[in-house]
Structures are given as C-alpha cells and as structure tokens.
C-alpha cells in the first residue's frame, strides 16, 4: 500500500538515450547536479554516492548489472531521470492506492534498469503517450474508490496535462 504518488511528465526519448550514451561528461554532470539528493540518499541508506556513480557509470555504458544489494539505487536514479527530463505534476491526495489501478503490472522503467522484487521503496510505472488514454481508463474504472469524484479529477488532471504537453508520465509510489 502507497502513501505517498508521485507523477511527472516526461521526454522518455531523453530518458532511453541515457542508456548506452557512453558519455563521461553525462555522469559527472549528472552527479553533480544531483548531488544534495544523492548525498543525502547515501546518509539516509547507508551507502557511498560512489555508489549511484557506480550503477550510473554501468547505465550508460550498457555494462551487466550483476546481482546487487542495492538495487534501489536504481529506481532513485530513474527517479532523478524524471527529474532531469520531467516535470513534476502537482497534484492533491492522489491515488494513495496506486496498487488497486494498476493490479499487478510489473514496474516499467523508459530505459534498462534492474527491478528489485524484495525492495520495499518506490514502485514506478511509466505510461508512453500513445497509451495515455488506455491507462486512463484503467485509472479510471478499476479501482474501488474511481467513481469518487476527488480521484476522477486527479486522475484528469494528471493525464491531461501529459496528453497537452505531448508528455509520457511517470508514477513513483512511495
């Protein structure tokens, strides 16, 4: 159960051509651009920043991810790709229950990142804009609570802003 969605529009082009991007200059910059949230997610977590520039580094060079400890790494750097190549969607109390509308859709990421199945942080589920309308309906229709008016405009909100500025989304639920 979520306590917490999140949701950008994004340029998912952007986002896939991270990946085997081979660019030095993409990973220092990155890092440094992100590094408050990196430094602090490395606190919080008990691990290195090096850490996120080690599994960035392997990213971009399309190098195999190999079994991993910290798989959530991941999901913090496709986050921050959503930052990067996005923008937040602000929204009020939106689907605390991200689960129920999607059921039991595999998470989806616009590049090759590892899902981490026992990782108990963020889900995400990314929507390409061509299949906005479809996924709306899902949002719309499954849930036990879609027919509550609060969630129906959300939902709109969310998904016509996207659909206006010709956006794929992306949920993280937290």
Same mark, same amino acid.
């Given at each position: !159960? ?27 910059? *990155? ?13 919080? *977590? ?35 790709? +959503? ?12 689907? +605390? ?54 969630? !129906? ?5 969310? *998904? ?11 949920? *993280?639920?937290?």
């Amino acid at each position: !159960m979520s306590s917490e969605v999140i949701a950008y529009a994004v340029d998912r082009k952007k986002i896939k051509e991270i990946y085997a991007c081979k660019n030095k200059d993409f990973i220092s910059g *990155f890092m440094s651009e992100f590094c408050d949230e990196i430094e602090e997610l490395a606190e919080d *977590f008990d691990v290195k920043p090096s850490d996120f520039e080690s599994r960035l580094d392997l990213i971009v060079n399309a190098k195999p991810y190999g079994e991993d400890d910290n798989v959530w790494i991941y999901n913090s750097l496709y986050e921050m790709f +959503c930052q990067k190549y996005g923008e937040l969607i602000e929204h009020e109390e939106f689907m +605390c229950y991200l689960e129920d509308a999607i059921d039991d859709t595999p998470r989806t990421a616009f590049l090759q990142i590892p899902a981490d199945k026992d990782f108990e942080g963020a889900d995400y589920y990314s929507i390409a804009y061509e299949d906005l309308e479809k996924l709306r309906e899902i949002f719309l229709t499954k849930p036990s609570y879609a027919n509550e008016d609060y969630y !129906m405009d959300e939902v709109n909100n969310i *998904f016509d802003f996207a659909k206006e500025n010709k956006k794929d989304l992306v949920f *993280f639920a937290y």
